[in-house]
């Protein structure tokens, strides 16, 4: 799992890290790693940058942490995997209100980090809400694209052991 050495970060979100349903998140899978693993960077890469420019980076940590924060898994199939890329941040926020007590700011954090594309349409309010939404398009676009590669790599690297099969046995 993605490690992060903050001790004020880690002191931020050790109740989200610690609450038994989002360590479901773990287990289901997002962009070829976990949704958890995702969430974590998002939101402490989020944080960093808030830090920098002196803006609430304790609500960007918890919100960038929980802003992908709803338990559909796997098991969906791949309609509703597609539809969820437009409505998985309000199920996001419904989720996280359920179990912990958020801001404001945190709450536009998580439904508007999908902006323009979602079409809960929530427009992001404030500059934190910005921020988490760019910083998890890019850590998402990286995600994607690498997993890409890797089924890529493993698809060439298949094909090629076949063609050096046919080979040696003709």
Known sequence: MYSIDDKKYKHIVKPILRNENFKKTYNIEHHG????EHSLKVSYYS???AKK???????VARGGLLHDFYLDGDQRCSKDKF??????PKK?????????????????????HMFPFSVCLAIPKYKESILVDCVDKVIG??????????KTVYKFNYVLILIMLFIANN
């Open 33 to 36: 790693i976990s949704r958890m």
């Open 47 to 49: 944080y960093l940058i």
């Open 53 to 59: 420019l002196k803006f609430d980076y304790e609500a």
């Open 83 to 88: 539809l969820d890329v437009f409505i998985h």
């Open 92 to 112: 996001a926020l419904l989720t996280s209100k359920k179990f912990f007590e958020l801001s404001k700011l945190e709450e536009n954090i998580i439904v508007s």
């Open 141 to 150: 676009a990286y995600e994607m694209l690498r997993e890409v590669k890797c």
